[in-house]
């Protein structure tokens, strides 16, 4: 079973800054990808940025150039440095790996529980 946890979120002011951190622990074989979601009130959740296991990244128009996902492999964590940030990136944020836990085994999907980030303006 892997488990995976989110920190860092808070209260900080338009513009200000926040590191989000997300490990993930537990039998892990080979990553696919690890990713940031966010879901405001009343909004479906959306992928905020995209990081493969080859390395690749993506972003959503929203947080491109102020957001910035990255990885620390041996210790299966990701990051999301969030600058620059707007009321409008008031959510919660999601951290989403998907893993092998054995070698060939099937991709598996696992979500941490959330981290509250609001931001004021």
């Known amino acids: 079973q892997v488990q995976v946890v989110e920190s860092g979120g808070g209260l900080v002011q338009a513009g200000g800054s926040l590191r989000l951190s997300c490990a993930a622990s537990?039998?892990?074989?080979?990553?696919?990808?690890m990713d940031w979601y966010r879901q405001a009130p009343g909004k479906q959740r959306e992928l905020v940025a995209d990081?493969?296991?080859?390395?690749?990244?993506a972003y959503a128009d929203s947080v491109e150039g102020r957001f910035t996902i990255s990885r620390v492999n041996a210790k299966n964590t990701v990051y999301l440095q969030m600058n620059s940030l707007k009321p409008e990136d008031t959510a919660v944020y999601y951290c989403?790996?998907?893993?092998?836990?054995?070698?060939?085994?099937?991709?598996?999907?696992?979500w941490g529980q959330g981290t509250q980030v609001t931001v004021s303006s």
């Open positions: 989403h790996f998907r893993v092998r836990t054995r070698l060939l085994g099937p991709w598996q999907d696992y």
């Open positions: 537990g039998v892990i074989s080979s990553i696919y990808a």
């Open positions: 990081l493969t296991g080859g390395g690749s990244t």
